[in-house]
């Protein structure tokens, strides 16, 4: 993991660093409309300072990764403040938006994929096929748009909030009612954002649950008299899981990429729309924080699901 990360971050600084030109030029142009001149010349210092623009690229990276590993990210562009405290504020929305998802994710694909294995061959597995590749060609961005025209804003369906992820309030109500307040906020984003995941582990779950019904062992539970739920729960579900947990590593992650797009679309302050921001104001202290956080989370997602993999499979041990 360690070497992979230094790769990663190695690279996305040289890229910076290429860009590092155009970028000095045109820091007092960007800054001007928010900030004055002599902030403008302090914010600069502290940005080649932090960048190591003045160096060659080796020894700016290593002064960088030293801050970085202790969270000194600098200060954005943006407003002044601290790169770090910023993450902090809004990484909880994106986490609860990204842990939303995944349950709707593993919710539906796993009832929807042993239910289609188990109707393989039937009008119902025909229909959804055509039906989940129409869904599955649909862009995120548009998919997002329309059940934000449709379901929110009272257009045609008032049945969800048009944006922010709590209400006027919001401090007065009880937990519970926060709860429901965050969740009733934040389901139209998690649709959206896990649609596709959804589909597609469906379709995997049902090729690999029917795959897993014509092995031997199937046979033989069947022989035996066993009913069909306990074959089909017990035997060939705990069996087709092994292939699946392997794609828990990368689920999180490219969630994690979606929400750049569905958190700028439902204005929800999270990383995502946090990074949306960022690459339009060209403020580079919060793209190499991202940059580095989605490394990390992406690593550990790996990590995470070859601990998993030898949890579920009984043949792997981890050493």
């Avoid at 979606?258 to 960022?278: D, K, R, T, W």
Wanted: glycine fraction near 6%.
């Amino acid at each position: 993991m360690i070497p992979t990360l230094i790769g990663i971050t190695f690279i996305t600084y040289s890229l910076v660093r290429l860009s590092s030109d155009n970028y000095s030029r045109n820091m007092s142009e960007t800054m001007n409309e928010q900030t004055a001149a002599g902030r403008n010349s302090a914010i600069y210092k502290e940005e080649m300072k932090l960048f190591g623009l003045d160096k060659p690229i080796p020894i700016g990276y290593f002064n960088w990764i030293k801050k970085a590993a202790v969270l000194d990210f600098g200060n954005s562009r943006k407003d002044g403040r601290k790169v770090t405290q910023r993450i902090i504020e809004v990484l909880p929305n994106t986490i609860m938006l990204n842990l939303y998802s995944v349950f709707l994710i593993y919710i539906f694909s796993v009832c929807a994929g042993l239910y289609l294995a188990v109707k393989r061959g039937t009008k119902i597995d025909q229909i959804s096929s055509v039906v989940f590749f129409i869904i599955y060609s649909i862009p995120t961005f548009w998919l997002a748009l329309t059940m934000l025209t449709f379901f929110a804003g009272g257009e045609y369906l008032n049945l969800f909030p048009l944006e922010g992820i709590i209400t006027t309030g919001f401090e007065e109500k009880s937990v519970i009612e926060r709860f429901f307040n965050i969740t009733w906020h934040l389901t139209l984003p998690a649709i959206s954002l896990s649609i596709g995941e959804i589909i597609f582990l469906t379709q995997f779950i049902r090729s690999n649950t029917l795959e897993v019904l014509n092995k031997q062992f199937i046979i033989s539970a069947r022989a035996k008299g066993l009913t069909e739920k306990r074959v089909i729960f017990v035997h060939a579900f705990r069996n087709s899981m092994i292939p699946l947990v392997t794609m828990i590593g990368m689920l999180i992650p490219s969630l994690f990429g979606g929400s750049v797009i569905i958190e700028s679309i439902y204005s929800l302050p999270g990383l995502g729309m946090m990074v949306f921001e960022a690459f339009l104001s060209r403020d580079l202290p919060v793209i190499m924080a991202i940059t580095m956080f989605s490394a990390v989370l992406t690593l550990l997602g790996i990590l995470f699901s070859d601990i998993l993999y030898s949890v579920v499979n009984p043949k792997i041990r981890v050493s």
